[in-house]
C-alpha cells in the first residue's frame, strides 16, 4: 500500500513542489535562461512595486477576483436552487448550462472574441433591440475591454458553480424546511436560516476553487485580449507569462508567480480560520 502512495507522491514532489520552491529561489535572481542567475535579493520586488503594469495588473486581479467570484457564486447558487427540483426537462436545462465547461478557457475566448467583432452577435443584439448607442469594439475600449472578458469568464464558470451547489442541496434535510415552514417562515428565510448553514462546506469548497481560479485565469485573456489594449486587461498572470516566456525575464515573471501564490495563501487562510471560528 505504502509504495502506491510513494509512487504519486514522487510525482507530486518533482513535477508540483520542487518547481514551486524553485521559482522562490528564482525569484530573487536575474536570469535570462542563458549562463548562471545574477543574485539579486529583492530586488525584483522591488522594481515590482515601482512598475506601472504590475500595479494595473494587481488592481484588475482584485477586480477579477471580485467580479468573476461574486458573479459565478451568485450565478452558479441560483441556478442550483432554481433546477434543484424534479420535473421534465430539468436535466437537459442543467446540461446546458454546464456545457461551456467542456470547452477549454481558449476556445472560449476565441468564440466570445468572434461574438465581440463590431458585425457579431453583441452589437447585432444591441442593434435590433434599440440599443445601437451601446455598440461598441468590446475587446479594443480599455475601459471596458476587462470587463467583456470577464462576462465570457463567468459564462463559463457558473456551470461548474451551479453542479457544486446541486450536489450540497441534494444533501440538505427537507424536514428541516418543512418545520421551518410550519412554524411560518417564508421561503426567503428557510433559505438564509435553514438551507444556508448546510452549505457551509460547499461554501469553503466554492471560495478556494473561485480564488484560485480567478487569480491563475490566463487562457481566456491571453485568447481574448493578450493583456491589451494598452495592458488594461493586463493580470498577474499574464504579466507573469509575458515577462517570463515572452521577454525572457525569468526572475522577474518568478517573483510575479510568488505574489499570486501569497495572494491565493492569504484569501483562502483567512476565510478557512474565519469559517472555523463561526463554527467554533
Excluded: C, H
Amino acid at each position: 500500500m505504502w509504495l502506491f502512495l510513494l509512487i504519486p507522491l514522487a510525482a507530486e514532489v518533482f513535477w508540483v513542489f520542487w518547481p514551486a520552491l524553485n521559482s522562490f529561489s528564482l525569484s530573487l535572481t536575474r536570469w535570462n535562461g542563458i549562463g548562471a542567475a545574477e543574485p539579486v535579493g529583492l530586488g525584483n520586488y522591488v522594481d515590482l512595486w515601482n512598475d506601472p503594469i504590475f500595479r494595473t495588473a494587481l488592481r484588475n486581479n482584485v477586480i477579477w477576483v471580485v467580479g468573476f467570484g461574486g458573479l459565478s457564486v451568485l450565478g452558479g447558487l441560483t441556478l442550483a436552487v432554481l433546477l434543484n427540483r424534479p420535473g421534465r426537462g430539468i436535466g437537459i436545462y442543467r446540461s446546458a448550462i454546464y456545457l461551456p465547461m467542456v470547452f477549454s478557457l481558449a476556445v472560449t475566448g476565441l468564440f466570445w472574441r468572434v461574438m465581440y467583432q463590431p458585425a457579431g452577435l453583441v452589437n447585432t443584439a444591441l442593434g435590433a433591440v434599440g440599443l445601437g448607442s451601446w455598440e461598441r469594439q468590446w475587446l479594443a475600449d480599455p475601459d471596458v475591454a476587462l470587463y467583456a472578458v470577464l462576462i465570457a469568464a463567468v459564462w463559463r464558470q457558473v456551470g461548474y458553480i451551479m453542479v457544486l451547489y446541486l450536489a450540497g442541496l441534494k444533501g440538505v434535510d427537507p424536514a428541516l424546511e418543512e418545520a421551518a415552514a410550519m412554524d411560518g417562515a417564508n421561503r426567503r428565510q428557510r433559505f438564509f436560516s435553514i438551507v444556508m448553514p448546510q452549505l457551509r462546506g460547499v461554501n469553503a469548497v466554492v471560495f478556494a476553487v473561485t480564488v484560485i481560479d480567478s487569480l491563475r485565469t490566463f487562457d481566456i485573456v491571453w485568447a481574448m485580449t493578450r493583456g491589451g489594449p494598452y495592458n488594461s486587461t493586463q493580470l498577474l498572470s499574464t504579466y507573469m507569462f509575458e515577462q517570463g516566456f515572452t521577454l525572457v525575464n525569468l526572475g522577474y515573471g518568478s517573483a510575479i508567480a510568488v505574489v499570486i501564490f501569497a495572494l491565493a495563501i492569504v484569501f483562502i487562510i483567512t476565510y478557512l480560520v474565519r469559517s472555523i471560528r463561526q463554527e467554533d
